[in-house]
């Protein structure tokens, strides 16, 4: 409902300051519930500063000089729909025009007053443009849709590296494999997955391997891995960079970690042992946010109650109430309490969506294989 120059009568700016109220009661921040509904937190405070009232912007009354007359448009569309000129675009109508010593009006109200009438449908004998939404894979519950992905990891010396070849699951986030090899070869990427799946007990004929379009993950070595195991390929749609968002994100979380080293790895085997910390940190202590603030492996420890669709127990049931509890016990400013009673009910909200229902889907914009 925004949009630069827009009027809003008081009766629709009386009923957006109610909705976003209780956007804020509910515990939604406040300018998050402005961006929702399309305008900036400044045009709200100056609604409820001033107070609900009509738009006293008075103008524009007359025209503008330069707009075109109902004669012009009424040229423009006679021009456009004559036989001479129907099978063509305003790109083209208006320099044949300006060649015969004519001018009626610029390409751009050509097409505006096209578009007005109704008149820019396809007119070509060939098949209209359309538009797809991409495929996608849904992932219910863990073992359903994998990622994987090659990263470089600095060498010894300037210019070399070390490659590492990681796996993910996208339900769960879980890094089902992960290995260090000093050089990128598709021979090597087809023996890590097939171990994956041993180690994950997961049946490889029902189980889809999204990658990007290199050349480790279409080789046919890898294609043929694939087969033989009965593992759905899926890649990236062609000159689309964000078709892979889960591994790119582990390798950002990867390599912007405190604990990861500022210098060159000296060897092979140090790359290795540090990649082998991190996948065991990344699975059993690092929260996530993308599954509800959760520890992949807590399962196995027995920490909190059991998220029914997939056997991840979430910690979250008693870290942040406790943690909660102090801040509230510690508040004696009235502002800081209605801070906190905000974000205890979101904090409420979320342990609740956590602790007793399932894991909603996870959605993949990838290419279905061919």
Not at 48 to 62: C, F, H
Not at 207 to 217: F, I, R
Not at 332 to 339: A, E, G, I, P
Request: glycine content about 8%.
């Amino acid at each position: 409902m925004g949009g630069r120059g827009r009027r809003h009568e008081a009766g629709e700016r009386q009923v957006t300051l109610e909705l976003i109220k209780e956007a804020e009661i509910q515990g939604a921040r406040f300018d998050a519930a402005c961006s929702a509904i399309g305008l900036s937190p400044r045009t709200v405070r100056r609604w409820r500063d001033a107070g609900v009232g009509d738009d006293r912007r008075a103008g524009p009354r007359t025209p503008p000089a330069h707009a075109l007359t109902k004669e012009e448009r009424t040229r423009i569309i006679e021009v456009a729909t004559s036989l001479e000129f129907r099978d063509m675009s305003p790109k083209q109508i208006v320099p044949q025009l300006a060649d015969k010593g004519i001018y009626i009006a610029s390409e751009s109200s050509f097409y505006r007053v096209l578009h007005d009438e109704q008149l820019m449908a396809h007119r070509e004998s060939s098949k209209p443009r359309t538009h797809h939404k991409p495929n996608e894979y849904v992932a219910t519950a863990p073992g359903q849709v994998w990622t994987w992905d090659i990263t470089y990891l600095r060498g010894p010396i300037r210019g070399t590296f070390f490659y590492l070849y990681l796996a993910i699951d996208i339900f769960s986030r879980k890094i089902v494999a992960a290995e260090v090899h000093s050089d990128e070869s598709t021979t090597l990427a087809g023996p890590l997955i097939e171990r994956a799946c041993t180690k994950e007990c997961v049946d490889p004929r029902r189980l889809v391997l999204h990658a990007d379009n290199g050349g480790p993950m279409k080789g046919s070595t890898m294609l043929a891995t694939l087969q033989r195991l009965g593992v759905a390929a899926s890649f990236s749609r062609p000159a689309v960079s964000n078709d892979n968002p889960y591994s790119e994100s582990v390798f950002r979380t990867l390599k912007y970690r405190p604990g990861y080293p500022r210098t060159p790895f000296a060897a092979i085997e140090q790359a290795r042992q540090w990649v082998d910390s991190f996948v065991r940190g990344y699975n059993t202590e690092h929260f996530h946010s993308a599954i509800r603030i959760s520890v992949l492996d807590v399962a196995t420890r027995g920490d909190g109650p059991t998220t029914p669709a997939t056997g991840l127990r979430s910690v979250t049931s008693c870290s942040i109430p406790q943690k909660l509890g102090i801040w509230v016990a510690l508040c004696t400013n009235q502002f800081v309490d209605n801070y906190l009673d905000a974000h205890r009910r979101r904090l409420q909200s979320i342990l609740g969506y956590v602790t007793s229902e399932p894991f909603e889907r996870s959605h993949w914009g990838a290419r279905q294989p061919a």
